[in-house]
């Protein structure tokens, strides 16, 4: 019975460790599967000798599991699934207050599971954990709410109703919105990845920082039309479900450009 109750709590844990601080099972794998889909051949046979046969998805969510652990061995890594910065006038000041942030943040992180994964001197272990992190927080980067605020925690503290469903402006972007388009991560991942090479470039090109600013940019218009106790239902659908696919795009397709470059 002890077992039982054990089990049914990990799996509470789980679930809602999920649905406050990631994009969800769904949006992850979708994340990681149009990566897959953009790797080059080298990167491929690096990354199958670091993780083995599974493809990226298999990954994408373990970062959030983790989050269950109780041995308090990951509690560190918390810090590293998002930053929170006030509105920025422009990328000039965003890119100030972005450096000038005590890490570990995403920012930091990312850039240090990048060095890691390219230093040779890394255990086998190391670099596959790094490698692992690294395809989590690339997709936590396109989640726009992990580049929010602090004063509301990236939207968990604005409260919203969603089809009349208590909940908070971070769980509908987190979940929400790609779970009720009811695809699974593959049809999800073959949809929305139809775009032209030159299409693909452009979007893959910039620089991290870059990247981060377009999140946040789109994180300021989610909280402008997006109050406090809001009523949410189709029209918030409607108005936002581009944004999100976009995000999950550009996501997959950025993470690839960065594993390209890595290996």
Request: proline share 2%.
């Amino acid at each position: 019975m002890k077992s039982i109750y054990s089990k049914i709590l990990l799996l509470i844990l789980i679930s809602s460790s999920l649905y406050s601080y990631a994009w969800g099972l769904t949006g992850h794998r979708v994340i990681a599967e149009i990566a897959q889909n953009h790797l080059c051949g080298k990167t491929k046979r690096e990354i199958k000798k670091i993780m083995g046969k599974e493809r990226l998805a298999y990954w994408a969510n373990w970062p959030d599991f983790i989050k269950s652990d109780t041995t308090g061995n990951w509690k560190q890594a918390s810090a590293w699934h998002y930053i929170n910065i006030d509105p920025q006038a422009d990328f000039k000041a965003f890119e100030q207050n972005l450096k000038a942030q005590a890490g570990p943040t995403l920012y930091t992180q990312i850039k240090t599971l990048s060095a890691q994964i390219k230093d040779k001197r890394t255990s086998e272990k190391d670099r596959k954990i790094a490698l692992i992190f690294l395809i989590h927080m690339m997709g936590d980067l396109s989640q726009p709410l992990h580049v929010g605020r602090a004063e509301d925690l990236g939207g968990n503290k604005i409260d919203v109703t969603y089809f009349g469903d208590k909940t908070n402006l971070h769980s509908v972007w987190d979940g929400k919105l790609v779970d009720s388009q009811k695809y699974s991560y593959t049809e999800y991942a073959q949809l929305l990845d139809i775009r032209t090479k030159d299409e693909v470039k452009q979007i893959q090109s910039g620089t991290l920082e870059d990247w981060l600013y377009d999140s946040h940019k789109i994180a300021n218009r989610i909280y402008a039309q997006t109050p406090n106790n809001s009523k949410l239902s189709y029209d918030y659908q409607y108005k936002f479900n581009d944004t999100m696919e976009r995000q999950l795009l550009y996501g997959g397709l950025r993470l690839a450009k960065l594993l390209n470059d890595l290996f």
